[in-house]
């Protein structure tokens, strides 16, 4: 089943302009990790951060958690027509239930 | 070498064919998923194999067949499918599993049933 819902579903901004997505889940996990996919290809792992973090960066991406909230967002800042992709959150529940499951997805267009 | 590579591309197969999909990394990567990932929604876990053991299998129709030959190669053996089965079959493979380590994805291959 599915674990995490992701909002929004579409989102389509210029280029230049930051864009967030968000991702909630349902239960506890081990980690939460974004992906991004291009037009209906392979999947690229952007960033993992574990239930113990709260922030982290990775060049023009800052990934945040919030365990107590249950979920995640996803800032891309001074975005590029290069960005436009599907993005991903997936989640790790822990030992015992060690799958990457992931959410629902966020259509995101950079317009030039 | 950062990549999983799969083959075919591309498929179109009958419903009383059999064909495989083929899967391959060379990063010594010691766990290896597929994946299935029908048009407009996320990947769907089906397999997962660790050490070359099946470790995880999300109730796949025994139509769908997954091997692992050796520690670089995964294979996803293909028999009386259904249109319904048509999709993008996605392989990925982690230094370890998704606790600690975070998963390469191959291209994918798509799939079509007629």
């Known amino acids: 089943s599915q674990q995490g819902e992701e909002d929004p579903q579409a989102l389509s901004i210029q280029e230049g302009e930051n864009a967030t997505m968000n991702c909630s889940y349902k239960?506890?996990?081990?980690?939460l990790q974004w992906y991004r996919q291009n037009s209906g290809r392979g999947l690229v792992h952007l960033i993992l951060?574990?239930?113990?973090?709260r922030e982290k960066h990775s060049g023009r991406l800052r990934v945040t958690l919030d365990t107590s909230k249950k979920s995640s967002s996803l800032l891309i800042t001074a975005s590029r027509a290069a960005d436009t992709a599907s993005y991903f959150c997936?989640?790790?529940?822990?030992?015992?239930?060690?799958?990457?499951?992931f959410g629902t997805g966020t259509r995101l267009t950079i317009i030039p | 070498d950062t990549e999983v590579t799969q083959t075919p591309k591309h498929l179109v197969m009958g419903m009383t064919n059999k064909k495989s999909l083929k899967c391959e990394q060379h990063?010594?990567?010691?766990?290896m998923y597929w994946y299935k990932q029908k048009a407009k929604k996320p990947p769907e876990l089906m397999f997962v194999?660790?050490?070359?053991?099946?470790?995880i299998n999300e109730s796949v129709p025994s139509r769908f067949s997954p091997e692992c030959p050796n520690s670089s190669l995964l294979n996803l053996h293909l028999h009386a499918l259904q249109p319904e089965d048509s999709a993008l079959y996605l392989c990925?493979?982690?230094?370890?599993?998704?606790?600690?380590?975070?998963?390469?994805f191959g291209q994918g291959t798509r799939l079509t049933v007629v």
């Open positions: 990925a493979s982690s230094q370890a599993g998704p606790l600690y380590t975070e998963a390469f």
């Open positions: 951060i574990r239930s113990n973090e």
């Open positions: 990063m010594g990567h010691r766990a």
């Open positions: 997936a989640t790790v529940l822990g030992f015992g239930n060690e799958k990457l499951t």
């Open positions: 239960t506890s996990i081990n980690n």
């Open positions: 194999y660790s050490y070359e053991k099946l470790s």
